[in-house]
């Protein structure tokens, strides 16, 4: 029987330069808030201001 790692889904809001009072997000699957933080970055590839991550019940 294989084990399976809980995975929770967090959103992750960030905002993009030129593009005032807006906030953007994305639906990321991790295991914790750092690891859907790192994941974020590596799908996006440029650096984005991050303002939040929360959870998704």
């Known amino acids: 029987m294989a084990t399976h790692r809980i995975?929770?889904?967090y959103e992750?809001?960030?905002e993009i330069e030129?593009?005032?009072?807006?906030t953007f997000s994305?639906?990321?699957s991790a295991k914790s808030k750092k690891d859907a933080h790192?994941?974020?970055l590596?799908?996006?590839k440029k650096t984005k201001a991050v303002t939040a991550?929360?959870?998704l019940k």
């Open 18 to 22: 030129g593009f005032a009072n807006q």
């Open 7 to 9: 995975k929770k889904i």
């Open 42 to 44: 590596k799908q996006e």
């Open 26 to 28: 994305r639906v990321v």
């Open 38 to 40: 790192r994941k974020f």
């Open 53 to 55: 991550i929360k959870e």
């Open 12 to 14: 992750v809001s960030f």
